[in-house]
Structures are given as structure tokens and as C-alpha cells.
């Protein structure tokens, strides 16, 4: 009697304990799921942890990771696509003022009164502002190729000193500058030659701008770490707090040309970074400005 006692005894003492942890087992299962439920509403600011022993317990903290991970995947997209609504922007505003011009033009053209001389001069105008759209969209390709990865860089040895007459042979060089190419023909670096004339031009063309008279020099040089390309110009300078934009996509510094759109040095930046270098730029109002490109050495 007393055996069956105890048996019995033991077998609702087992069925307690079983029952006493599938409860809590059930409840765990159930915060969980409202959890995870919440957290597909896009509410990542849950905390999945469970700091107490057990398979739930580890599959709870395992769910909490992956929850983190998407939260940061989310606050990226998000950061990203109010990237592409500010870009999308500013590419519409770059473009409506030329087509804009170009439509006053043409309406202007249909003018039977309009002089032959004037149609010329209309024309040119014309001419001008789809050269200009020409070289904003074929520049913004270029920089959403590089962004997306796309872009393909060869990776071939040559000289910068070349690279850079190339760009310079390019651009009308104004009147009252005296501009100069010097340095060592036989430094080279490695990586894409026609990316790397489109960076130099972009530079030069800047401070072909901003530089009405005086000197500009570009010159070529190499130590141990690096290779380093200076171009200096005695122009209007770059004002103190413009300069730490300069690189950014469709910022127009203060001084900047009517035609000018902002997207030249970021697209100079985004190559030069690709080929293992870095650009960075010194300037004083009224004195000039200088862009140093360094190539680093045996890390490619």
C-alpha cells in the first residue's frame, strides 16, 4: 500500500513539474510570437533576449540577433532611398534650367521675323546648353556606375605625367594664366588611364574657372608611400566653409559659375578612391587653392 502511495505520490509530483514547465515553455513560445509579430510590423525596437538557460532560451537570442540585423538593414534603406529622393532632386533642378533655355529658344526660332544673324546667335545658345546636359548626364552615369560597382577600372601601369596632358589638351586654357605640366616621366602608378584623364580634367577644369589671371601648375612627384599629382592655382580661392563641401555631390560653392552643377570634383573623388587614392584640398580666399592626389604604393 505504501508502494503505490509513493508511486502515485511521485507520478503527480512529475505531472506537476511537467506541467509547471510546459506552462512556462507555452508562455515563452507565446511572447515570443507576439514579438516577432510586432517586429514584422517594422518595430525592431523589441528586445528578444532571454537571459535565463534553456533551447528557447538560445533560440530566443538568436532571433533577437536577427532582429538587429534587419533593424540596421531597415535604418540603411531608408537612409538610402532619402539619398536617392535628394539626388533625384537635384538632378531634376540641374536639368530644368537648361531645358528651359533650350525651349524659350526654339520658341523664339519659330519666330518667322526672327533675323538669320539672331537665329545664329540662338542657335549657339541652344548648342551650348545641350553640351552642357550632354556632359551632366554623362558625368552622372559614370559616378551611379562607380557607386553601383559596375564601373570597370583597368589596372595597368602608366604615366600620370601623360595623363595629365591629355586632360589639359581638353580645356581652353584662359588668356591671362600661365599654365605649366611638370615632373618625372618615369613615375607611374597603377590603374585606369582614361578614368584617371577624367579625374585630372575635372580638377583642372576647376581651377581653369576660377583662375582669370596669374599662374596654375600641375606637377608630378613620388616618395616611398605614395605618388603625388598637385595642381595649384593663384585664382579666387575656396571661402572656409564651402571648402569642406567641395566634394559633394551638386554643391555650388559661393563663388561658383552660373553653368557650374556640382558634380565635377565629387566624380574626380569617386575615381581617384577607386584606384586606391585620395584627394584633398587646401585654399585661402583671394590667394588660390591646391588639390593634392596621392596613390598609394603596393596595396593594390
Known sequence: MEFFLGLLIGVLLTSTVF???????KRKVKRLSNLLRQTSENNFSLDLRDYQEGE????????????????????????DKERLADALADVSHQFKTPLTSMLMYADLLCDSDVLAEKAREFHLVMRSQ??????????????????????????????????????????????????????????????DYNW????????????????????????????PLYVEVIIVDTGEGIAPEDLRNVFKRFYRTKNAKP??????????????????????????????????????????
Open 196 to 223: 584617371t584623364v577624367e579625374a585630372f580634367s575635372n580638377i583642372l577644369k576647376n581651377a581653369f574657372e576660377h583662375t582669370l589671371e596669374g599662374q596654375i601648375t600641375a606637377t608630378v612627384s613620388d616618395n
Open 259 to 300: 553653368d557650374s552643377v556640382g558634380i565635377g570634383l565629387p566624380l574626380s573623388r569617386a575615381i581617384v578612391e577607386n584606384m586606391n587614392g585620395r584627394i584633398e584640398v587646401q585654399s585661402t580666399p583671394g590667394q588660390g587653392t591646391e588639390f593634392h592626389v596621392k596613390y598609394y604604393k603596393n596595396v593594390r
Open 130 to 191: 545641350l553640351e552642357r546636359l550632354q556632359w551632366l548626364t554623362g558625368s552622372l552615369l559614370k559616378l551611379s556606375r562607380i557607386d553601383a560597382g559596375t564601373a570597370e577600372f583597368d589596372n595597368v601601369l602608366f604615366s600620370p605625367l601623360e595623363a595629365l596632358r591629355d586632360a589639359a589638351d581638353g580645356l581652353a586654357v584662359p588668356e591671362g594664366v600661365d599654365f605649366s605640366i611638370s615632373g618625372n616621366e618615369e613615375i607611374t602608378i597603377s590603374g
Open 56 to 79: 528557447l532560451s538560445i533560440l530566443a537570442d538568436e532571433l533577437h540577433k536577427i532582429t538587429a540585423r534587419l533593424a540596421s538593414q531597415t535604418e540603411y534603406l531608408q537612409a
Open 19 to 25: 506541467f509547471v514547465v510546459l506552462t512556462c515553455r
